[in-house]
């Protein structure tokens, strides 16, 4: 399995933008989809975007399209979520994982997972 280590999150006032960054490491990053997911308090983790693995095809939930953008850079094992227009109910911890094949929007159908960055956005 692959090693994930997501950075970037933060505070940022509504209609700001944040850069979320995962790293990947101990497997050849090219093999798997990636996807980011988000968990607020009280709630269940839920699906945010996805990208296969050349970076060919991404998916949006319905919340994130035209706001968010998901691209990977496979030479340097890193994706990349960048949040534009944030809004107070984009405050969640922020998920980065991995999966060998088709995007799914269920997180239990990924299989590695990082430790989460958080985001605060004030409104």
């Known amino acids: 399995q692959v090693a994930l280590v997501e950075s970037g999150g933060g505070l940022v006032q509504a209609g700001g933008s944040l850069t979320l960054s995962c790293a990947a490491s101990?497997?050849?990053?090219?093999?798997?989809?990636m996807a980011w997911f988000r968990q607020a308090p009280g709630e269940e983790r839920k699906f945010v975007a996805a990208?296969?693995?050349?970076?060919?095809?991404?998916d949006y939930a319905d919340s994130a399209k035209g706001r968010f953008t998901i691209s990977r850079d496979n030479g340097a094992n890193t994706v990349t979520l960048q949040m534009d227009s944030l809004e107070s109910e984009d405050t969640a911890a922020y998920y980065c994982?991995?999966?060998?094949?088709?995007?799914?929007?269920?997180?239990?159908?990924?299989?590695?997972w990082g430790q989460g960055t958080q985001v605060t956005v004030s409104s």
């Open positions: 994982a991995a999966r060998s094949g088709v995007i799914l929007r269920t997180p239990r159908f990924w299989p590695s």
């Open positions: 990208i296969r693995e050349s970076g060919g095809r991404a």
């Open positions: 101990g497997d050849t990053f090219s093999k798997y989809s």
